[in-house]
């Protein structure tokens, strides 16, 4: 199977937490430094993005009081895990097609991440799990 060439590589790793605040202390000893953290309505959770020394970046999604968020099913199941991998991408709407073709499934629609400042997508493959795709500057 070919590379996609249109995705450019990792740009950060989502974790589903229980807990934003004793998360964000146990990666701070890791090493991270976080954004305040913010609330992105659209997918009903409080999101905050942690940057390592190494510019590794993680994101930390914890659901929004009693709505139902994506990560609901992660925390009952598993408990605080790691939930996606994020690949910065150009041209979304061509690289989700890229992706169906090879047999992943489109959970949802491209739609604005308020707390990354790009265009979103999340897909699905039953041998790798959930990705996200991100393009900036659109």
Do not use: W
């Not at 605040?21 to 430094?33: I, N, P, R, V």
């Not at 390592?52 to 999604?61: A, F, K, P, S």
């Not at 895990?81 to 890229?98: M, N, Q, V």
């Amino acid at each position: 199977m070919e590379k996609i060439r249109s995705i450019k590589g990792i740009d950060h790793i989502g974790y589903a937490v229980k807990d934003m605040a004793e998360a964000k202390e146990k990666f701070k000893a890791l090493g991270f430094d976080f954004s305040p953290e913010m609330i992105d309505e659209l997918r009903d959770v409080n999101v905050c993005v942690g940057q390592g020394m190494d510019l590794m970046r993680i994101e930390l999604l914890s659901p929004i009081g009693e709505k139902k968020s994506p990560v609901d099913t992660y925390l009952r199941k598993l408990g605080s895990t790691p939930y996606h991998i994020c690949y910065r991408c150009e041209g979304i709407e061509e690289t989700i097609g890229e992706l169906c073709r090879i047999g992943f499934t489109q959970l949802s629609n491209v739609a604005p991440s308020v707390p990354l400042n790009g265009n979103v997508c999340f897909l699905f493959s039953a041998e790798i799990g959930l990705i996200e795709l991100i393009e900036y500057g659109v």
